[in-house]
């Protein structure tokens, strides 16, 4: 990505108050900087990376341009930093720190050491240990170079010792913190175990996890937090949902109890409330769901950013919802809302959570048979940049992708991409039964005149599937059976009865 992508990416991800806090703070008129006019250009118009070059260089045919983008890309990160300055215990904390440097090189010792006293106090109080032992390491440095002024040995070995104590937690959860991030990048990456050699691995990390709270010392929010949620996400890609659920609300009433501790920096807790209603979603307990909605709807978000992040995964939520109670005239309005609000804007989330959405916006359109806006919606995912996209969600993409061809009738195009996404799966290792069976259908739907036949072969191997605890949660992202029964019974899928009987 070019310097001038990177800098139109900052700029249109700007909120409005941050927009005048950034003018406010560089006031300038057209024509009088080379970087005002820059951000005039990218602000105000929808130019591509040349055409903002094209347009700058009309205004400025003598300027080096280089300078100016660099320029610009500095203050923006200047004024958002002084606009966040207050904002969070953390920015709190790293300005005091600041503040403690300029007042020692003053020689202000006094009030140095009462503000490191301060810093440490706040860093403690909120769990923020690696800054206590910046403060902490501070103090020392500066106790040395002053000769320790009013201080003896045996409160210099406090010190040393507190040092390492705090030392020794924060590298307790960093290897608690390791594991867990371990665990939910194979979840983000591969999802729900699907074989017995994943749960094999899987049972690997959580003896690791056991073995590391085993030797746990200190009790913490954030220690206490790891082990709920790492056990949390483990019972979720184990296919026990049931008792993920159970450790989720664990978690919730843990976080409600020290709201004090996060209630600066909410986003952790609204990907908890996240993980409980997918956890709901797949359990298929749509009556629980409302309750955690409207908690994620109460979170106060402290940032533009947070703002549309929560109202993203409010509206995938309540879209999932009105799903599993098939009120699809909802869900379409929904999705409508959806789109006019974030699509048709453009509005940054991040980019796994908005191809979530995407997936299920597809579904939506799917069952109520516009086939080129669902078609729409699932290239939208298989041409965005794959890193961010979780492997399982991208297959099912690919399994999507080919039955919205089937529906459009776009035989010869299948025919090849079938093959194709066989390739990619066997290379992969990703072919496991769900896929088997639909490019086994898909197949025999291309060569064989028998068609009915391939489709009552596929619609009963859906429902022997269900019965599979590696496969089950999978099917429930996206109504494969239903389609194929839609086609058997020649029915619209909104005719359908969910609950499989005719």
């Not at 045919?61 to 990160?77: G, I, N, R, T």
Request: proline residues 3%; aromatic residues 12%; charged residues 25%.
């Amino acid at each position: 990505m070019s310097k001038i992508e990177h800098l139109t990416t900052l700029i249109n991800s700007l909120s409005k108050t941050e927009k005048r806090y950034f003018k406010w703070s560089y006031p300038w008129k057209p024509g009088d900087k080379i970087y005002g006019d820059l951000y005039d250009i990218i602000e105000k118009g929808n130019y591509s990376s040349q055409e903002v070059k094209v347009k700058l260089k009309e205004a400025y045919p003598d300027a080096v341009l280089e300078p100016a983008y660099k320029h610009l890309y500095k203050m923006l990160m200047r004024s958002l930093r002084n606009y966040e300055s207050d904002r969070s215990v953390e920015n709190k904390i790293i300005n005091l720190l600041g503040d403690v440097k300029i007042l020692f090189n003053k020689g202000i010792f006094e009030l140095c050491f009462s503000e490191i006293e301060k810093g440490k106090k706040l860093a403690l109080r909120y769990e923020k240990f690696g800054y206590y032992l910046l403060f902490a390491r501070l103090e020392l440095q500066y106790l040395t170079s002053l000769e320790f002024p009013g201080l003896d040995e045996k409160a210099l070995l406090q010190k040393q010792k507190r040092i390492i104590d705090i030392i020794n937690h924060e590298l307790f959860i960093n290897r608690h913190a390791s594991l867990y991030e371990l665990l939910t990048f194979r979840y983000h990456k591969q999802g729900n175990v699907r074989s017995e050699v994943e749960t094999a691995k899987l049972n690997d990390l959580l003896l690791n996890e056991h073995q590391i709270v085993a030797l746990k010392k200190h009790k913490s929010f954030e220690s206490d937090k790891l082990h709920l949620h790492f056990q949390a996400t483990y019972f979720l890609m184990a296919g026990n949902p049931d008792q993920s659920l159970k450790i989720f609300k664990e978690l919730n009433e843990f976080f409600l109890e020290h709201k004090a501790l996060w209630a600066d920096s909410p986003v952790y807790y609204v990907y908890l409330l996240h993980g409980i209603l997918t956890d709901l979603h797949l359990m298929k307990r749509d009556a629980d769901m409302p309750y955690f909605l409207k908690e994620l709807e109460h979170v106060q978000s402290n940032s533009e950013s947070l703002h549309l992040l929560k109202e993203h995964l409010v509206h995938y939520h309540w879209l999932g919802l009105f799903i599993e109670q098939d009120n699809l005239p909802e869900a379409q309005k929904l999705s409508a809302q959806y789109e006019k609000q974030f699509l048709a804007k453009k509005t940054i989330v991040p980019p796994n959570t908005s191809a979530a959405m995407h997936f299920r916006l597809a579904g939506v359109y799917f069952m109520l048979e516009d086939y080129s806006k669902s078609l729409q919606l699932v290239n939208a995912i298989l041409n965005s940049s794959g890193p961010f996209i979780s492997s399982q969600l991208y297959v099912l993409s690919r399994l999507i992708n080919l039955l919205i061809h089937l529906e459009l009738e776009n035989e010869d195009y299948l025919f090849y991409e079938i093959k194709s996404v066989k390739r990619k799966l066997k290379s992969s290792k990703k072919l496991f039964m769900l896929e088997k069976i639909t490019l086994q259908f898909l197949t025999k739907w291309v060569n064989a005149n028998e068609r009915n036949k391939a489709l009552q072969y596929y619609a009963d191997a859906l429902e022997e599937l269900e019965k599979d605890d590696f496969e089950n949660q999978l099917l429930r992202q996206f109504p494969f059976w239903r389609w194929a029964k839609s086609r058997l019974l020649k029915k619209p899928m909104t005719e359908i009865n969910i609950a499989k009987t005719e």
